[in-house]
């Protein structure tokens, strides 16, 4: 299961990137929402229950799951590279992320996060101590996809992929996806919901969402795809 990044190139056209078009939203009604005010909060300092270090993803511990033992821990560019360039340069990874290529393509792509604002942290994810999957953790009312639909203050974004081949396929993305949100709404009381933006031709993804307990919110039309707006509400929203 793939996801794609929050953060791309901002040159290189993909969702976020300069001279965006304007994004319109199909079928399913949107809840109110409306613009975040300019608050430059971040995603692991502002404080108690809203982001603070004890309450970013390497503070939250490891979580029990049917899988075994899953925790997320901070990107480490010297250690990490390597594999992680391998899981981008994967097909199937390529086709959604667009990062293949050299270790350069992935480490730029690391740091742009790591040396940014904080917004989004960019995680390994350990199944019982073993790497097999990369997440970032997101802002997504400070980050570019607020512009596209209504963001609340505090929404917070999830991008993934499966890292080895073996680990797709059987329900894991939906597994890890469940223990991660329901701790992430637990730690981040401030949080409402969290979001995902998918691409609708990345059926996987979107089904492994939808069995985590997330509905389709929207379908939006962003420059390099279109886009299943996945939410999954604290409080269940009505059918």
């Given at each position: 299961m793939q996801g794609q990044s929050a953060h791309p190139d901002p040159g290189s056209g993909r969702a976020g990137g300069a001279g965006r078009h304007p994004?319109?939203?199909?079928?399913?009604?949107?809840?109110?929402?409306?613009?975040?005010?300019?608050?430059?909060?971040?995603?692991?300092?502002?404080?108690?229950?809203?982001?603070?270090?004890?309450?970013?993803?390497?503070?939250?511990?490891?979580?029990?799951?049917?899988?075994?033992?899953?925790?997320?821990?901070?990107?480490?560019?010297?250690?990490?590279?390597?594999?992680?360039?391998?899981?981008?340069?994967?097909?199937?990874?390529?086709?959604f992320w667009e990062l293949a290529g050299p270790s350069a393509v992935t480490e730029q792509h690391l740091r742009h996060q790591l040396d940014g604002d904080g917004r989004s942290l960019p995680c390994l994810g350990l199944l019982?101590?073993?790497?097999?999957?990369?997440?970032?953790?997101?802002?997504?009312?400070?980050?570019?996809?607020?512009?596209?639909?209504?963001?609340?203050?505090?929404?917070?974004?999830?991008?993934?992929?499966?890292?080895?081949?073996?680990?797709?396929?059987?329900?894991?993305?939906?597994?890890?996806?469940?223990?991660?949100?329901?701790?992430?709404?637990r730690e981040r009381p401030h949080c409402e919901r969290v979001v995902a933006e998918p691409d609708v031709r990345n059926r996987r993804s979107v089904r492994a969402f939808r069995r985590a307990g997330f509905r389709l919110a929207a379908e939006l039309d962003l420059p390099d795809k279109r886009a299943a707006l996945m939410v999954r509400d604290r409080i269940p929203h009505p059918a």
């Open positions: 994004v319109c939203l199909h079928r399913v009604a949107q809840p109110g929402g409306g613009r975040v005010s300019g608050s430059v909060d971040r995603l692991l300092d502002v404080g108690p229950g809203a982001g603070g270090p004890a309450d970013g993803p390497a503070g939250w511990g490891a979580m029990a799951t049917a899988a075994g033992e899953f925790r997320l821990r901070p990107v480490r560019i010297l250690a990490d590279l390597g594999l992680l360039t391998r899981w981008m340069n994967d097909p199937e990874v390529a086709e019982d101590d073993t790497p097999m999957s990369y997440w970032e953790v997101y802002r997504a009312d400070l980050d570019p996809l607020a512009a596209h639909y209504p963001a609340r203050p505090h929404d917070t974004g999830l991008h993934l992929l499966l890292g080895p081949a073996a680990s797709r396929g059987r329900g894991l993305g939906t597994t890890l996806l469940t223990a991660l949100t329901d701790r992430l709404l």
